[in-house]
């Protein structure tokens, strides 16, 4: 258990539609770092927030987009939704922005119709 | 050539067994560096961290670093059954001077202990 949950378990999805996928990070952590893993491959980062700010962003479309709240939890917004999409997104937490372990939640598999 | 890549696998190894499990990375100002465990179906477990050259160990598991060959290894001593996971290396890539915690990981290597 890493105290890293992620909302919800399993999506469903049709090409085009949007999708808000959710993240409490572990108590005491203030970065949030999101990562896209396709299947047999290793995790992408996608982006990461530390206080609320983006704080650095991976090779992904500005169709990918995330939030931080106050609390530290985040957000990863995915809009127009393509088939490529399709995959295990990772959520992990850390006590700050720098080279602290990252710990990741159970994930949230997407799948695109 | 690949940021991070790890030796090809499947690796299958006895019960009782050290398996060996290989990591190579691109930049070499690189300073954090990661194994991580993946059951099927699973997400990523951290097993080790590892910042400077050396070895360290914890319980069955050692990490072992090379920033001069920028090389990173895990090593399971007698290896059991519930090892059989994909072990993934993941590096704190410098590149661009950047500090923060973007991890890039290998492609994981397959790890099958049989009794």
């Known amino acids: ?113 | 050539q690949k940021e991070v890549e790890q030796n090809s696998g499947p690796l299958s190894v006895p019960e009782g067994a050290i398996a060996s499990l290989n990591c190579t990375y691109s930049d070499r100002v690189s300073q954090s560096f990661f194994w991580y465990r993946q059951y099927s179906g699973k997400s990523p477990e951290l097993i080790m961290s590892i910042y400077s050259n050396g070895d360290k160990e914890d319980g069955r598991f050692t990490a072992q670093l090379n920033k001069a060959s920028q090389y990173v290894s895990l090593l399971i001593r007698d290896s059991q059954p519930s090892d059989s996971a994909t072990y993934l290396c993941a590096v704190n890539l410098n590149a661009g001077g950047t500090s923060y915690g973007k991890l890039t990981f290998g492609q994981g290597t397959i790890l099958t202990v049989h009794p």
Not at chain 1, 80 to 103: K, R, V
């Open chain 1, 1 to 113: 258990e890493t105290g890293v949950t992620q909302s919800p378990t399993h999506l469903i999805k049709t090409r085009g539609q949007q999708v808000t996928l959710r993240c409490s990070s572990q108590s005491g952590h203030n970065t949030v770092s999101w990562y896209q893993q396709a299947l047999g491959q290793g995790p992408q980062f996608i982006f990461q927030y530390y206080r609320e700010e983006e704080n650095g962003r991976g090779n992904f479309p500005p169709r990918f987009s995330g939030l931080q709240f106050p609390n530290y939890s985040s957000e990863l917004n995915v809009n127009a939704l393509e088939l490529d999409d399709s995959a295990l997104y990772l959520c992990a937490s850390s006590p700050g922005q720098g080279n602290q372990p990252q710990h990741f939640g159970d994930g949230t598999r997407l799948s695109i119709l």
